[in-house]
C-alpha cells in the first residue's frame, strides 16, 4: 500500500506556480473555473510514491510544486528513471493499462487532484482541456523519445550538458545582468545519474570539466552559475535560446503548455542542423 499524503486541502489556484503555465495556463475562464471547483491540493513527502504499476489510478493531477519521476525497477533493485514531471504538467494515465513504472516525488510535491470520473466528464465537455491534455501527452512521448536517443547516442558527459540546458527552462533559472544566469537544480545527483544512465561519481567528475571548460561555475551543489546560455546550448546540440525565441514569436506557444515545439528540437553538431529521427522504439 502506497504511504498517505501529508495534506489535504483546497486548491488555491492563485498561489499556485503552474497558474499560468502548463495545462492551467492555456486554459479559458470557463474551463478553468470548472476545474477549480473539482480540485484539491495533496501533498506528499520526498521519495513518496504516487501509485505503482499495479495501484488504481483513480485520479487525475496537475503538478502544482515540486518534482516528480517516473521510475522503472529491475528484479535485482537498479533504477532508471524515465522521465520528470514539472510544476503545471499533468499526472495521469488512463486506468484500465498497466503503465510499466512508479511515479514517486524527488521532492516535497503538491498535486492538484482531480478525481478521474469528474476529470473525464470535464474532458468530454471542454474542448481546449481536451485539447490541452493531448498536447501534453504528446510532448512527453516526445521527450521520452529523445531521451532514449541521448541514452544510446551520446556519452556521459553529452547527456548531462544537455540535461543542464533543458533545467534552464524547466528548473529555477535566474536570468542576471551580465546576460548569463543563476541554475538551481534542487534534484538529487542520485536522480540525474539514473535519469541519465550514469554515477554519481561521474556527474561530480563531468561537471567540474565543465566548470574548468568555462561552461559553468559551480556556486555550490545546488546553483550553478551558467556564464552563457547560448554556448551551453550549442554545445548540447540544442537550438540557441536566440532562435528559440524567434521561433516562440513566428510560430507561437503550444497551447496550454506554454512552450514552443522547437524549443525541443535536438540538433547535435555534424548533422548540418538536421534533427535526426529518434529510435522507433521506446523503452
Avoid at 6 to 25: D, V
Avoid at 54 to 76: C, H, N, P
Avoid at 82 to 110: I, S
Avoid at 183 to 188: A, K
Wanted: glycine share 10%; hydrophobic share 35%.
Amino acid at each position: 500500500m502506497l504511504p498517505q499524503t501529508i495534506e489535504t486541502r483546497p486548491s488555491g489556484c492563485l498561489s499556485c506556480q503552474a497558474y499560468t503555465k502548463g495545462i492551467c495556463g492555456g486554459l479559458p475562464a470557463r474551463a478553468h473555473a470548472r476545474l477549480k471547483a473539482r480540485s484539491y491540493a495533496v501533498g506528499y513527502h520526498e521519495n513518496q510514491g504516487l501509485w505503482n504499476e499495479t495501484s488504481d489510478k483513480a485520479f487525475v493531477g496537475i503538478l502544482q510544486s515540486g518534482y516528480l519521476r517516473m521510475a522503472r525497477y529491475s528484479a535485482e533493485g537498479r533504477r532508471q528513471i524515465m522521465g520528470l514531471v514539472f510544476p503545471g504538467e499533468l499526472v495521469d494515465e488512463r486506468a484500465d493499462v498497466r503503465m510499466g513504472y512508479e511515479l514517486e516525488a524527488v521532492t516535497p510535491a503538491q498535486v492538484c487532484r482531480i478525481e478521474r470520473p469528474a476529470f473525464e466528464r470535464l474532458i468530454s465537455e471542454e474542448p481546449e482541456l481536451r485539447r490541452a491534455v493531448y498536447l501534453q501527452h504528446a510532448v512527453r512521448l516526445d521527450e521520452m523519445r529523445q531521451l532514449v536517443w541521448s541514452l544510446g547516442l551520446q556519452t556521459s558527459d553529452e547527456r548531462l550538458v544537455r540535461f543542464l540546458a533543458l533545467a534552464c527552462e524547466k528548473l529555477r533559472y535566474q536570468p542576471m545582468p551580465d546576460g548569463g544566469g543563476i541554475l538551481t537544480v534542487d534534484i538529487p545527483r542520485a536522480d540525474i545519474a539514473d535519469l541519465l544512465g550514469t554515477t554519481r561519481e561521474s556527474i561530480s567528475r563531468i561537471t567540474h570539466r565543465l566548470q574548468d571548460e568555462g561552461l559553468i561555475e559551480i556556486r555550490d551543489p545546488m546553483h550553478f552559475g551558467i556564464p552563457d546560455l547560448d554556448r551551453l546550448r550549442r554545445s548540447a546540440g540544442l537550438v540557441p535560446a536566440r532562435a528559440a525565441n524567434a521561433n516562440r514569436r513566428t510560430t507561437g506557444h503550444v497551447q496550454g503548455l506554454g512552450i514552443a515545439p522547437d524549443d525541443l528540437a535536438m540538433k547535435p553538431p555534424g548533422t548540418g542542423g538536421r534533427t535526426p529521427a529518434p529510435p522507433s522504439v521506446v523503452a
